[in-house]
């Protein structure tokens, strides 16, 4: 079983066969709990007493407890002993959450499920607008534009209505598309359900998409939905009296209150603490407004209860540039909900930045919630402090500033264009009394801000102290300075020493400094080239042997380069790997110049031509042969890339079916809208918040990765129907036109079943792209595993199906020798596999061919031993640790994705 196929949502009580039980807090054995990874615990359960806590969730595998992961889940103890967890989905397939009935409750009782949230069937909205009527024509109203949040239930002029479960007919219930749910009504024993949400248009009853909502039926013959937002403007949610309830039952509708000192949401971040400092040199400050507020929040700090300081807190406190404090004190309990103005410390004033109200409540306990929302400035945060409350309201006086600078001005009644202009103004003045006076009769007195420690200057590689006090805001020297001296090895042109402003910045940070020439930092490039050339020389004279890889690529501005990079085993047993050269080539890229360029480069670096053992290449005919001739000169093994021939099966596969091109292509133009526009882009991001989408950007692929293809089709089914919605939106698309970029059902369906198809060659492209193990070994089993998944997979559509018989031929075309065996030539694969412990039993070969590898391997251990060096037997045990250090890799991989790959028993 796998939870993360799941939606999971809010919180869980566990049983087994009516049998109270909870989520193990000791390690589980592997293949445990009806899955490969079982899922329990760390760090044990809570008491009543604790609260909600957190508890890190881990997967057992390899005899290690918390092999996978760690990722936290939310528990609480409840009277009654038992507990609850608010589940979320595995960071791994092939993983589930374990249940147990010992250790914790150890007595077998029946117990009835307790509904831990608010029955919805107690608790919804009147919905009562007559318009929604089924009788109703059409009255261009627009549901996208009401903000939907939980359960409601419908009425007509008093009377109980539902959503209609058959189709409506269009301009209908006051609006354009009609919006009914597909696959009727459940009865009160089925719980809660999801129905599809059709809207008919074009006499097509769902034209609309097909988007859920839950339902349920309740006690008393009527129902509650929790409605969303349509994805299409000018549709409505309808209503009907008939079919389901016929009598006029008139109801007083129930008014929801929900006390958020009892429904908050846990902000517990240490980095909020007063006593935090911002650290400028690293530029890691923390803003709020990336976060999506939404409701209360109660402040913890290590799981000590917390609230927002009522106090002045100075500038760079609590990991961020602008500390923002409550203005007016805290509440008592008997004032209930209150309004307080948030304040932000700068220019010695503690409400220079603005001031915007949030709710407060002072709860049963001694502790406080808030209901925030975004800052209006970037760069700030919220604080958090444990220390004393302060009840009365608070006067802020404004700080006198220094002669010989701006008096910042009250900006709680101005406009945001004023507070940005005396936001300006006053940096201005600041940086003017920062800047060296040089008229010694006039003496200006600097501000006073607040110290910040000697951790966080930085020196400059010429000597010149740069603080965060000597430029406001870094809006000026330091900023330019952190962007290019700490990016040194940005590949800036040397040039760049003789542009004017460079100079004029350096000469701003030291005007007695003398900037060196372009001559000067050009011959220092060139030393540094010559040293590090003799160290990387040094340091292959050691090896006992090594191997290559090459490829030719083209730059943007079509210059051909050849790359080369060497590979090998260091003094401490781990994979190394030196980039040898980047070759520009001028000459016509032919077999015979690829291989003498080879060549060329092993002698440079003085590397015996005996020393190389193999080169990794790609497809390409030219490099093909160019191994061929190196194979005949020196023996060299071929070894092609089976990333690069894996590419190479997917691209032609998706080129050469017409359909799925047409479909892959249509999915890229409307990404590139997407990309293109900045209207669409931000209506996405509303679509996205309104549906509780993730705010994920869509992704555009690369022509010469076909990964990224399946990346592009992934992330936008995962954004369907926020991306629809943007599109129906009539900004972003004239009005008629909002299939001009959307794609046709049938094209969402391929899509759909492409992406399952090849999910499999997205993970052996990830295992296969690995620098850190060894990949050759798994090649044979993994081949084999991957034809297999892909002939298993059972689509409905035929072009995914033809994609699958395409898909499966070139496998088989493109590695047809990569399982034979000849003495006279031994294949490196199949010798690599055989040392491989996980496959020493080659279990995909026949038994001859097995015979025939088993015994080349014992004539050259034979050889070996004979060999006075026993340079072969040092590097047959070099190949062997190597392989074996890939077992967990190769563990991770095979739990990952759906290969199989099994190890012999």
């Not at 009377?159 to 009504?185: E, N």
């Not at 020798?817 to 020493?840: I, K, Q, T, Y």
């Not at 047959?876 to 392989?883: P, W």
Request: with cysteine; aromatic share 10%; net charge neutral.
């Amino acid at each position: 079983m796998c939870d993360t196929s799941v939606s999971w949502r809010g919180w869980y009580r566990l049983f087994i066969n009516g049998m109270n039980a909870h989520i193990p807090d000791t390690c589980v054995a592997q293949y445990r709990c009806g899955t490969y990874v079982p899922l329990w615990i760390r760090g044990g359960h809570p008491t009543v007493t604790d609260g909600v806590v957190t508890r890190d969730v881990c997967g057992n595998w390899v005899n290690y407890c918390c092999f996978f992961g760690s990722f936290p889940i939310k528990v609480k103890a409840c009277p009654g002993n038992y507990y609850v967890y608010e589940l979320v989905s595995p960071t791994l397939c092939n993983s589930a959450y374990c249940a147990d009935t010992g250790s914790i409750n150890t007595s077998p009782t029946t117990v009835t499920p307790v509904t831990i949230s608010p029955d919805p069937c107690y608790t919804y909205t009147v919905l009562d607008n007559p318009w929604r009527s089924i009788n109703n024509g059409y009255n261009s109203i627009c549901d996208t534009s009401v903000s939907w949040r939980g359960w409601y239930r419908l009425f007509i002029n008093g009377l109980s209505a539902h959503i209609p479960d058959t189709c409506v007919t269009q301009s209908r219930c006051g609006t354009y598309y009609p919006l009914w749910i597909r696959g009727g009504h459940p009865t009160v024993t089925d719980g809660v359900v999801t129905r599809d949400v059709c809207g008919n248009a074009a006499s097509y009853c769902c034209y609309f998409g097909s988007f859920p909502i839950r339902v349920k039926a309740c006690p008393g013959n009527y129902y509650v939905y929790e409605l969303v937002s349509p994805t299409v403007c000018y549709s409505a949610y309808c209503a009907d009296t008939g079919s389901i309830n016929t009598s006029p039952t008139t109801v007083t509708p129930v008014t929801i209150s929900t006390d958020p000192c009892y429904n908050y949401t846990v902000l517990n971040d240490t980095w909020r603490s007063i006593n935090n400092t911002y650290s400028l040199h690293y530029n890691n400050y923390m803003c709020d407004t990336s976060v999506s507020w939404r409701g209360w929040y109660r402040l913890f700090i290590n799981n000590a209860s917390a609230h927002i300081p009522d106090t002045c807190v100075v500038q760079y406190s609590c990991g961020t540039v602008i500390a923002l404090w409550i203005r007016g004190g805290h509440p008592t309990v008997t004032d209930g909900v209150v309004t307080r103005d948030v304040c932000g410390y700068a220019g010695s004033y503690c409400c220079y930045y603005g001031s915007y109200p949030i709710k407060v409540k002072a709860c049963p306990g001694n502790y406080y919630v808030y209901e925030l929302v975004s800052p209006t400035l970037c760069s700030s945060a919220y604080c958090a402090d444990t220390g004393s409350i302060n009840t009365s309201p608070t006067t802020v006086s404004p700080v006198t500033i220094s002669p010989g600078s701006v008096t910042p001005v009250n900006k709680l009644n101005k406009g945001r264009d004023e507070q940005k202009s005396d936001a300006k103004d006053f940096e201005e003045n600041v940086y003017e009394n920062d800047t060296p006076n040089t008229d010694k009769s006039t003496k200006v007195k600097p501000i006073n801000r607040p110290e910040v420690p000697k951790s966080q200057h930085f020196t400059t590689e010429y000597g010149q102290l740069c603080s965060p006090s000597s430029v406001m805001h870094c809006s000026r020297g330091c900023s330019f300075y952190r962007e290019h001296f700490e990016h040194a090895r940005d590949r800036y042109e040397a040039t760049m020493v003789e542009d004017k402003g460079f100079r004029d910045m350096i000469s701003t940070f030291n005007p007695k400094y003398n900037m060196p020439s372009r001559t000067y930092f050009t011959q220092l490039m060139e030393k540094k080239h010559r040293d590090i050339t003799e160290k990387l020389k040094a340091v292959l004279k050691q090896t006992e042997c090594v191997a290559l890889t090459t490829g030719i690529w083209t730059s943007v501005a079509t210059e051909a380069y050849l790359g080369v990079t060497c590979h090998f085993l260091g003094e401490d047993w781990e994979m190394k790997s030196l980039s040898l050269t980047t070759m520009p080539l001028e000459e016509r890229h032919t077999a015979a110049n690829i291989a003498d360029w080879l060549e060329e480069t092993t002698a440079k670096f003085e590397i015996p031509l005996e020393k190389v053992k193999a080169v990794v290449h790609d497809n390409g005919a030219n490099v093909v042969v160019a191994a061929r001739i190196l194979r005949e000169r020196h023996g060299w093994a071929s070894v092609r890339c089976a990333g690069h021939t894996l590419n190479l099966v997917v691209q032609s596969t998706l080129k050469n079916n017409k359909t799925i091109a047409s479909c892959v292509g249509s999915t890229r133009c409307l990404v590139e809208h997407f990309k293109k526009s900045e209207v669409a882009c931000t209506k996405l991001k509303e679509k996205q918040q309104q549906m509780g989408k993730p705010p994920h950007m869509l992704i555009q692929d690369v022509s010469t990765r076909w990964n990224s293809t399946y990346h592009m089709l992934s992330r936008l089914l995962e954004q369907r129907w926020p991306v629809t919605a943007a599109l129906s939106d009539p900004a972003v698309n004239p009005r008629g036109k909002h299939h001009y970029h959307d794609l046709k059902p049938e094209q969402w369906h391929i899509s759909e079943e492409l992406t399952q198809v090849i999910g499999p060659f997205e993970g052996a492209t990830e295992f296969l792209s690995g620098e850190q193990y060894v990949t050759l070994s798994a090649l044979p089993q993994l081949v084999q595993n991957l034809k297999k998944c892909t002939l298993t997979a059972e689509p409905e559509t035929a072009p995914v199906k033809a994609f699958q018989a395409s898909a499966a031929e070139q496998i088989t075309e493109r590695w047809q020798g990569l399982h034979e065996f000849l003495p006279d030539a031994p294949n490196p694969v199949l010798l690599a596999a055989a040392l491989d412990p996980r496959f020493r039993k080659l279990k995909f070969l026949p038994a001859e061919e097995v015979l025939k590898v088993q015994t080349s391997i014992q004539s050259m251990a034979l050889a070996a031993r004979k060999d006075s060096k026993q340079t072969h037997v040092m590097a047959l045990f070099h190949y062997q640790y190597q392989l074996n250090s890939t077992r967990l890799a190769s563990a991770r991989f095979s739990l990952r994705f759906p290969l199989q790959i099994v190890p012999s028993q």
